[in-house]
């Protein structure tokens, strides 16, 4: 698999025919995923070419990887940008899908997640344990009420049912699909599903699915785990 490199981690950039082309990156090396800076030299023959490619190696352990630099032949930005994929893939975490568009993640919540993927992404597996415990204080500071907010963390647990309705979204969720099926099994000119609706509809199938079948045994076998630790 690829991955793509946001244009935040472009060290230096250049410009050829007026198109901006990224020159060295800063990104985590996909063999010994350490944060390094990739130079980037780029065999263009001519611009725009629907897709360049160079290999550079990590200057940690020396190991080549490929870079592709794509969609700036149809870019009409000025100067033509593209997308940076690094291949092979660094097992490295991102912050999940649709994450900062909730109201609810605020600014605190936001900077303690980073703060937990990069020390997890550097390898700081200590750090990482301790920064994922103070997401979840931070989680419980956000949903409990003010006078709740100072009782020890396992008390705040208790308390998360009578403050946050945690069946709700399931039911929401079902709901949703049936009467997006309704709309593909009643015949109706008007109200027919288009691609936008069966799109969402597959997303809220595969959430669907996720939370009746994946996630309770991904948890069960995640407590199992720690409980082995003994960590109370
Ligand atoms: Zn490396």
Known sequence: MIQLIPPKAFAQTSKVANTLLPASVDWYCPHCNRSVNFRLSWDIKSIPQPVIYCSSACSGCRKISVFIYVGFADSVLNPREG??????EPSTRTPLNGI????????????????AINVYNVGEWTATAVLNRRMLEGIMKE?????KRNMPLAKQLEELPKHIDLQKPLITLAESLRKGGNLGAHFDLEKAPDENISTLMMDLLDYLIEYIYILPDRIDELDERVSSLSIR
Do not use: C, Q, T, V
């Not at 997308?83 to 092979?88: D, K, V």
């Open 100 to 115: 900062y568009e909730s109201s609810k993640f605020n600014d605190g919540l936001k900077r303690a997640y980073e703060s």
């Open 143 to 147: 949903i409990l009420p003010l006078e």
């Open 83 to 88: 997308e940076l994929y690094i291949h092979p």
